[in-house]
């Protein structure tokens, strides 16, 4: 579709992508999700949701190499990560037949009441065990599909399993890689990439690298106990976040 790119929209996404991708290399994700949620204030969705997967890559990648221990990660956790493809499917499949904001709306609110019982509360411990990750896998990519997020269920899994903070930052980067390919492959079938909306995709890859640069030294600092309380106050502002585009 036509976009008209004015320097002040290209200055306010360059912006977005810096301040999320610096989330991303802190905390280790939610560059997809605040990117869109910011986005949604001056932009198309159906403008703003694939300009933001090739940085999404992007950052995705960045952190990966950054935290390490790829190739573990995918033997550990490779039933989740397959799960989740025909569970992107079946959500895709169910947003082509309804509208996702009633489904957003459920969602932010869970984020919320998850992110704030992380910050005042007690975290759940679990053993990890192949159907569970496949349950998991599953439900994931159904919840992207159907609403866009990335980060329910797999992130609360993730956090209740005994694994360092790179651990999690790697794993769920690679799941994050998965859903945003298939992504790309879905919005150009639709036609939603356009020649345009690529070139300023490439161009804004220079704030990400900056943004996660910054961030991933960050996290480099940070206990893992600080490290856990930042992802939980992210995972509550991201489920604002929808609530706040269901209502869009």
């Not at 976009?3 to 810096?18: G, R």
């Not at 694939?50 to 960045?62: A, F, G, R, W, Y």
């Not at 007690?122 to 599953?138: F, I, K």
């Not at 790309?184 to 300023?200: D, H, T």
């Amino acid at each position: 579709m036509p976009v008209a790119m004015d320097p002040l929209t290209l200055a306010l996404i360059f912006l977005t992508f810096f301040f999320a991708a610096f989330l991303k290399g802190t905390a280790g994700l939610g560059f997809a999700t605040t990117c869109l949620g910011i986005m949604a204030a001056y932009l198309d969705m159906r403008v703003a949701i694939p300009l933001v997967i090739i940085p999404s890559l992007l950052s995705n990648t960045l952190v990966m190499i950054d935290a390490g221990g790829f190739l573990p990660i995918l033997r550990r956790f490779k039933f989740m990560f397959l799960a989740a493809l025909p569970g992107l499917a079946l959500g895709l499949w169910l947003l082509g037949g309804s509208s996702s904001a009633t489904p957003r709306l459920v969602l932010g609110a869970a984020m919320i009441l998850y992110g704030g019982g992380g910050l005042w509360g007690g975290t759940l411990r679990l053993t990890q065990r192949p159907l569970l990750d496949c349950a998991v896998g599953v439900v994931t990519g159904t919840i992207n599909g159907l609403t866009g997020s990335q980060i329910m269920p797999i992130l609360p899994y993730l956090m209740a399993l005994p694994i360092s903070k790179d651990e999690l930052v790697q794993a769920i980067n690679t799941s994050f890689t998965l859903s945003s390919i298939i992504m790309l492959v879905g919005l150009n079938k639709l036609g939603l990439v356009s020649g345009e909306l690529v070139a300023v995709s490439v161009v804004g890859l220079a704030p990400v690298f900056l943004g996660i640069y910054i961030g991933s030294k960050v996290r480099r600092r940070l206990p893992e106990a600080a490290f856990r309380k930042i992802v939980f106050a992210l995972i509550g502002l991201l489920g604002v976040g929808l609530v706040v585009r269901a209502f869009l």
